[in-house]
């Protein structure tokens, strides 16, 4: 099924993102998950793409095995950063031949060894440029990725925003934002976007803070905000790991009520792979 047409039907859409496992970890892990996630009935599930490719193929297999195996609709991520025109047609195929209708469309951050990275140098330099090879010659639902507070790499938000609509223009179904920790900010984004005629459906991207490391390091990479109240939550229980994890959930879970309470789209849930703080949440919120 096409993701776009679950948005015309659903509201909120609840979907769930995970990771392929690392190369040296077999892919049975992910597998015993799915069983767990499957049990939570989410719309769909996504895959994450490896920066730069790496474990591409289990993106794909992942994916697949959602859809075909675990009948759950599922999305792989894709970034074309770093391959060629002929890798990118292949990788697509490969999803439609694997009867995958969804794809997140990226551009991809730089290589990790390659913080300057001239994507000028690149087969596409934005997103926008993929989605719309995507749409000339692959018949895929396409999602692309937004930023409430702004791509890290724009010197002002309004340019990020101007530069979002052209890529919705350019054949967007719906868009999954970055997370976010604060929901007045998304309130902000939304009303903007809509002022500036954006107006397919746009999925919030939700990580609940497990750990507290984790979330510095995933926020100051993706430059996401730390709200005062969570940045005082993560000091309260900086040296106590399970009520660290119980504030997160129930952080989280009031996050997500008041979206739902605000009648969004979707809630893109960044699961980390946790099942049982996944179900955690969906019980708290009574889905
Ligand atoms: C929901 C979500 C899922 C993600 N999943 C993954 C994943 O699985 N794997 C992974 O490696 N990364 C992932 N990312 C991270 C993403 O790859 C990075 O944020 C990357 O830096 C930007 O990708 P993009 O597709 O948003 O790029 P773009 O849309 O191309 O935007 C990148 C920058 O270019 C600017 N820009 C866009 N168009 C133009 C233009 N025409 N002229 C000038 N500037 C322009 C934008 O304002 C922005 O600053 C994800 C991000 C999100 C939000």
């Not at 909120?12 to 069983?35: A, G, H, R």
């Not at 994450?48 to 991520?77: C, L, P």
């Not at 724009?154 to 990020?160: A, G, N, T, V, W």
């Not at 500036?196 to 993706?222: H, N, R």
Request: charged share 25%; glycine share 4%; hydrophobic share 40%.
């Amino acid at each position: 099924m096409k993701l776009i047409e679950l948005f015309k039907t659903k509201k909120p859409v609840i979907s769930f993102e995970i990771f392929p496992p690392k190369l040296d970890t077999p892919l049975e892990s992910i597998y015993n998950k799915l069983e767990q996630f499957k049990e939570l009935k989410p719309d769909f599930i996504s895959v994450t793409y490896g920066a730069g490719g790496s474990a591409k193929d289990r993106t794909i297999e992942i994916a697949s095995k959602i859809k075909n195996d675990y009948n759950i609709e599922s999305m792989a991520h894709f970034t074309c950063v770093g391959h060629s025109k002929e890798e990118i047609d292949n990788l697509l195929s490969s999803l439609e031949s694997n009867n995958l209708e969804n794809v997140l469309a990226l551009r991809g951050d730089p290589p990790a060894n390659q913080p300057d990275f001239d994507f000028s140098k690149n087969i596409y330099s934005h997103a926008s440029e993929l989605i719309k090879h995507i749409r000339s010659k692959h018949n895929l639902c396409i999602s692309a990725a937004a930023y409430a507070e702004g791509h890290i790499n724009s010197k002002r938000i309004l340019d990020d925003l101007i530069n979002l609509k052209n890529k919705v223009d350019t054949g967007v179904d719906f868009l999954v934002t970055q997370l976010f920790f604060d929901n007045r900010i998304f309130y902000d984004f939304l009303d903007r976007a809509k002022t500036l005629g954006i107006s397919c459906p746009i999925t919030a991207g939700i990580m609940p803070v497990f750990k507290s490391e984790q979330i510095i390091k995933i926020a100051s990479l993706c430059g996401a905000s730390i709200p005062a109240k969570l940045v005082l939550m993560m000091d309260k229980y900086k040296n106590n790991p399970d009520d660290m994890l119980k504030a997160g959930i129930e952080y989280a879970s009031a996050q997500i009520r008041d979206l739902i309470d605000n009648h969004v789209d979707g809630i893109h849930l960044m699961t980390m792979n946790r099942a049982s703080s996944t179900k955690e949440i969906l019980d708290n919120i009574g889905i």
